[in-house]
């Protein structure tokens, strides 16, 4: 909810973009101090934006998490393209992430002309730094800047916490005064049947083989109170798979694995909730769920086109 403006407060939205697998999920759950975006080191297991709230004495940023952009190759591809891209006219900055220990490549390229001609500054945030020699960094820095006439080139590690202060207060520096939006308690806008799903994802991101992980969707059938177990939380969700082989997979011999994802999921649901939680799983197969719109709507993918 919207609050009164204070005298000189500056307040705007801040996208974070680029190529999948840069480390745009570690750098939100850094500014906001908890975790709200999924972490995995497989590409592109950001599928909607996730928004993150930081809120000092003298400004409100509210960063925009979006999908790893990459060129599209099914009908969940060509959304996360879309939710990405439609945040560039929604917000006052633009964050290009990129990672120091790897060239600059097609994708990032990709990323940096659909941004030719964006009447928003961009900033190049070099990640990874804690990857590379310091000495490196000038050169890497002047490869992308051959590129793109980027507003601001800032450093940082954001699994460290190196210089991202700095990159705080260069980005409040370019917010307009105006309201505070959420109340400085608050680290996101998404409500947490959504991140308890993405909790969940991430832990089957984890524990699955390398055909399964874009094949996977949460979807919250039930939070409730547990009837038998006071103070405790139930919590009742589905795993969608696309293939029969793939639910075999996710619950594993003797269900060993599909016990593992909900053990480790629990964990951080109980840490979200602030209670105790039984978290009851399931996993269903929806055959080729990605390239069907009623399924990408039915799963959380909300897109005026679909």
Do not use: C
């Not at 405790?232 to 011999?253: F, P, Y």
């Amino acid at each position: 909810m919207q609050q009164g403006n204070k005298n000189g407060f500056k307040s705007g939205f801040i996208s974070i973009i680029g190529r999948p697998n840069v480390g745009k999920s570690t750098f939100l759950n850094r500014v906001v101090g908890q975790k709200i975006a999924i972490m995995s080191d497989k590409p592109q297991t950001t599928r909607n934006k996730v928004q993150g709230v930081v809120t000092t004495d003298e400004s409100q940023m509210v960063f925009i998490d979006t999908p790893g952009i990459n060129e599209p190759r099914h009908k969940l591809g060509d959304f996360m393209l879309k939710v990405a891209k439609n945040t560039f006219r929604e917000v006052d900055v633009l964050l290009f992430v990129a990672s120091a220990d790897e060239r600059i490549g097609k994708q990032d390229r990709f990323v940096l002309d659909m941004l030719k001609g964006i009447d928003v500054p961009v900033f190049l945030v070099l990640n990874k730094i804690d990857q590379v020699h310091p000495d490196d960094l000038p050169k890497i820095i002047e490869s992308y800047k051959k590129e793109f006439d980027f507003a601001e080139a800032v450093p940082i590690s954001a699994i460290q916490g190196n210089n991202v202060d700095n990159l705080l207060a260069k980005i409040a520096e370019r917010l307009p005064e105006g309201p505070q939006y959420y109340p400085s308690d608050q680290v996101t806008d998404h409500p947490e049947r959504f991140i308890i799903s993405e909790l969940i994802r991430e832990k089957a991101l984890h524990l699955t083989r390398e055909e399964i992980p874009h094949s996977i969707a949460v979807v919250i059938e039930k939070i409730a109170p547990d009837a038998e177990h006071e103070g405790m939380i139930r919590v009742q969700a589905t795993i969608m798979v696309e293939r029969d082989s793939q639910k075999g997979i996710v619950i594993g011999k003797k269900g060993v694995l599909l016990k593992e994802i909900g053990s480790r999921a629990r964990k951080d649901i109980e840490n979200l909730l602030g209670s105790r939680v039984y978290l009851d799983l399931w996993v269903k197969v929806q055959k080729d769920w990605r390239n069907k719109a009623m399924h990408l709507r039915d799963f959380g993918f909300r897109d005026d086109e679909y």
